[in-house]
């Protein structure tokens, strides 16, 4: 895309503001985008619109943000901790590797779910913007990073196939789970929710011949 700016100047943009009022107003500006990047899309969202539903003045979006592609990079920031769900062991409330599996699975996919719009046009704009496909990209090898861990300490527990690459293995079994819920929450294809946990975890636990309470 001509006249995206580089990886580094989205990613670093400008410090936070440190009044709460400054706080409140930018974060009324990232809401707004978010509404107006998912009624009109990326490539038609206007910076004009996203002020107009945040009840702000034109000049103050500057004041917090330089351009269309910071504030969407914002956007996504505000949603990334929780696509992640970095604490789900503790929801799981167990160290039993299927149940937290299942709630891996279960977390993720209620996310994906209440973030479809968002997700797809990240899917889309990824397509057409370096700098939002490296994004993307970070996001994979993020949820990848943290599989890998725990599928390498359960193979130091030796309750997973000891002979599995744990860093392939996960991108290919996370990628299945990413996919599965783009065709669940973006193109539409109806599947219970909770049949969908289910099938995803026993497909988790039989690729990495986790034993369970059939198979012990």
């Given at each position: 895309m001509a006249g995206t700016p580089s990886p580094k100047s989205v990613a670093e943009g400008r410090e936070k503001p440190r009044t709460s009022r400054g706080l409140r107003t930018r974060a009324?500006?990232?809401?707004?985008?978010?509404?107006?990047?998912?009624?009109?899309?990326y490539l038609d969202a206007r910076l004009r619109d996203i002020?107009?539903?945040?009840?702000?003045?034109?000049?103050s979006f500057y004041t917090y943000f330089s351009s269309?592609?910071?504030?969407?990079?914002?956007v996504l920031e505000d949603v990334q901790e929780e696509m992640l769900h970095p604490h789900v062991r503790a929801m799981a409330d167990t160290d039993d590797p299927v149940a937290v599996i299942e709630a891996s699975n279960r977390a993720y996919?209620?996310?994906y779910r209440r973030n479809a719009a968002l997700m797809a046009l990240l899917e889309q704009v990824s397509t057409i913007d370096e700098y939002f496909r490296d994004v993307r990209k970070r996001r994979v090898q993020a949820f990848a990073r943290r599989n890998a861990e725990s599928?390498?300490?359960?193979?130091?527990?030796?309750?997973?196939?000891?002979?599995?690459?744990?860093?392939?293995a996960t991108a290919a079994l996370s990628a299945m789970v990413s996919?599965?819920?783009?065709?669940?929450?973006?193109?539409?294809?109806?599947?219970d929710f909770e049949h969908l946990v289910s099938t995803l975890t026993r497909?988790?636990?039989?690729?990495l011949r986790i034993p369970t309470a059939t198979t012990a």
């Open positions: 009324l500006l990232v809401t707004a985008a978010r509404t107006v990047f998912e009624r009109d899309g002020t107009e539903e945040a009840g702000t003045a034109a000049g269309k592609e910071e504030i969407f990079a914002a996919l209620s996310a599928v390498a300490d359960l193979q130091r527990r030796g309750l997973v196939d000891p002979e599995l690459d744990p860093e392939l996919r599965t819920a783009y065709t669940a929450y973006v193109l539409g294809e109806e599947y497909l988790w636990v039989n690729a």
